[in-house]
């Protein structure tokens, strides 16, 4: 690990114009490019105190051993070189979205004396005109085959042109109409183009001044009863409108525009975009990166739109580009965009309206997208083998923890104190061994203390369960005796004080070899100590703090920091975000079932319904209170016991005194849905 200090540049040498940087390591390889509006200002910043950086940027300048730079005349000339120089050097420690080479794209040889129509994957090449790229290669099949009625292209391979040249035959298409078949010379190489011009034109959204020709053309033909030919020219526009249909329209006709969309996490970051063109959809894309480098929305934006625009020119750029942050330096970008393009670009964030919904729709496929890969990723044998193996070799552990159970504690402003204890068998979710915990010790907001109780909790529970099975004879001293089990402790209803039927035993029986808490060095301490008060001492403990992914132990001074990359970081950030949701879902249960809660629901057999109707019928529970049982008994569906019981409820729940607000001094009026004042 080299020292940053032994390769810092002197103030005096680095120059304060925009530029690109680059680090490298010992052996002359660029781990890293990076542009600036200002060098000086921007290469100060990796030179500061390590334990200032982010853990990634720590990583990186460790691992440089030199530093250079190129002073450039502009932000955007620096845009343009740092995109050069990723593409040309590609660099370890920058984010790099995974190439989308696979996705297949309906392209139209223009380059070529009689241009063909094809499914065409890989890079692109000059002279040849893409629409898309599409999901599938069916689709794009499906929709050629419907145009090919009204625009006869080329769609056959060289070597069957040119046996159909030599043999003076056309191929099956050319004699059922879906060719025109220059090959035999039923068109000129110009009737030919222009028919791809043509289709070129609608595919790009100019889609209305062909139906509006065709069934003009069909009217016409109706009048001079050249009725085979309207019936074609129907048939024709039939089709061109199913084509279009496979795209939804989702803006006004006219509008040109990509809607890139970021969905991350601490660890990876998934993009989508939407390619919109005269008002409908016509593509779709997406990629999934590992947040190599400690960059924000912004920057990830910034990189897709280096990624998606960097070898395209002309029309390929939109007018307009809609995006979820603005970049860094959103003048420069735009800038960047208007020279591939060759006019104006839009670069903006929706506010309002059609495109703010898409972009909506936009954000949730790019959620989905990195849901999707992080399930294909847990679900693979061979990564949660070497995930286990990791964590294992990084805390030190015998063996690979094959059960980890983690903690993680859930409040609001110290109210609803719950935990939560969520179980992964072989890097898998068992939720079916999911436990849920109140807070009953004390009241107030404490998360070690929180922690210590649950994890307390837990193993005394274990403990009884070894006792109960026979495992061991006597109770370690450190326990004491063992107290009776909770029953109203929150945990799942299934932890009850018998065997299970089929002679299981209960799931608290069963110790992890790992336990994870949600938090850092104060939680972790609390977990261990509950352990060691328990007489506990062979399972390990760990925490995973959330600002910066680091792994503390048990009487470490300093974090584990699991490579960025690393497939063990992953599987305990999997296992804490999901201690997080199941604590928090179940918190948000009690507010809300706290909140509903009314002195009306301890009237046995009084339903919703006739609650409803009772505060409907007094306006508030301070005014049920003071009814008398005749008047309770004039609401309909009320009768004379029902309202005894009722006025005998209200009075055992009547305040001893009003509530007095504290910061006004006003006292406090109840009504159906609270307090007022």
Not at 338 to 367: E, F, Y
């Amino acid at each position: 690990m080299a020292d940053p200090s032994s390769y810092r540049p002197k103030p005096g040498q680095i120059p304060d114009s925009p530029g690109v940087y680059k680090f490298r390591d010992e052996h002359r390889r660029v781990i890293y490019v990076g542009k600036a509006k200002n060098l000086r200002q921007r290469l100060a910043n990796y030179f500061q105190d390590l334990t200032g950086l982010h853990p990634r940027t720590r990583t990186m300048v460790t691992t440089a051993a030199s530093v250079e730079w190129t002073v450039v005349s502009t932000e955007v000339e620096a845009l343009q070189l740092e995109y050069s120089w990723i593409k040309e050097f590609d660099p370890r420690f920058n984010v790099k979205y995974r190439d989308d080479k696979s996705y297949p794209y309906l392209a139209v040889t223009l380059n070529e004396e009689f241009p063909r129509v094809q499914v065409m994957r890989g890079a692109k090449k000059k002279g040849v005109r893409y629409f898309g790229p599409y999901g599938h290669a069916w689709a794009i099949r499906e929709t050629v085959d419907l145009m090919l009625r009204v625009f006869p292209v080329r769609t056959c391979s060289a070597g069957v042109f040119k046996n159909a040249a030599r043999t003076g035959r056309p191929c099956l298409l050319g004699y059922i109409g879906k060719c025109s078949a220059p090959c035999v010379g039923r068109v000129t190489p110009e009737e030919h183009r222009e028919l791809a011009d043509d289709f070129c034109d609608f595919m790009a959204g100019r889609t209305g001044t062909y139906i509006r020709r065709l069934e003009k053309d069909m009217m016409a033909a109706a009048e001079d009863m050249e009725y085979e030919r309207a019936a074609r020219l129907r048939d024709d526009v039939g089709a061109l409108k199913r084509a279009m249909e496979k795209s939804a329209v989702v803006l006004a006709d006219a509008t040109d525009a990509d809607l890139i969309a970021v969905a991350e996490d601490e660890l990876e970051a998934a993009v989508q975009i939407f390619h919109v063109r005269g008002g409908r959809v016509r593509g779709q894309r997406g990629w999934v990166t590992d947040k190599v480098e400690n960059v924000d929305t912004s920057g990830l934006v910034e990189h897709a739109l280096q990624q998606l625009y960097g070898e395209e020119s002309g029309d390929a750029v939109p007018k307009e580009v809609l995006v979820p942050a603005l970049p860094e330096d959103p003048d420069a970008v735009s800038q960047w965009l208007a020279d591939r393009r060759g006019s104006h670009v839009s670069l903006r964030i929706p506010q309002r309206g059609d495109k703010k919904d898409l972009m909506v729709t936009v954000q949730r496929n790019a959620q989905q997208a990195l849901g999707l890969h992080k399930t294909k990723r847990a679900s693979d044998l061979t990564t949660r083998s070497r995930a286990l193996e990791e964590i294992a070799e990084a805390l030190g552990l015998d063996t690979a923890p094959l059960r980890i159970e983690c903690f993680d504690i859930s409040h609001l402003q110290g109210e609803d104190v719950v935990a939560s204890m969520v179980v992964f068998e072989d890097g898998l979710a068992r939720k079916g061994e999911y436990r849920r915990f109140q807070i009953k010790g004390f009241e107030g907001q404490d998360d070690v203390r929180s922690m210590h109780e649950v994890i307390s909790r837990r193993f005394r529970r274990y403990l009884q369960e070894k006792e109960r099975t026979g495992e061991w004879e006597e109770t370690p001293a450190a326990t004491g005796p063992v107290p009776a089990p909770d029953t109203a402790d929150g945990s799942a209803p299934a932890a009850d004080e018998s065997r299970e039927d089929d002679g299981r035993p209960k799931r608290f029986a069963y110790p992890p070899q790992l336990l994870v808490v949600d938090g850092g060095q104060p939680q972790v301490a609390a977990a261990k100590r509950a352990l060691d008060e328990l007489g506990i001492d062979d399972i390990a403990v760990c925490g995973l703090a959330k600002r910066l992914e680091e792994v503390w132990l048990p009487d470490d001074d300093d974090p584990v920091v699991l490579p960025r990359s690393s497939e063990g970081l992953y599987l305990l950030q999997r296992i804490r975000d999901e201690a997080h949701r199941f604590a928090i879902t179940y918190q948000r249960a009690r507010r809300a079932k706290r909140i509903r809660t009314s002195p009306l629901d301890a009237v046995s057999g009084l339903g919703e319904t006739r609650k409803q109707a009772l505060i409907k019928h007094f306006g508030s529970v301070k005014k049920l209170r003071q009814a008398t049982i005749d008047e309770i008994c004039e609401v309909p569906g009320i009768g004379r016991r029902t309202a005894e019981s009722v006025a005998v409820a209200l009075a055992a729940a009547a305040p001893a005194a009003p509530a007095v607000n504290t910061a006004t001094g006003e006292i406090m009026e109840e009504n159906d849905g609270g307090t007022t004042t």
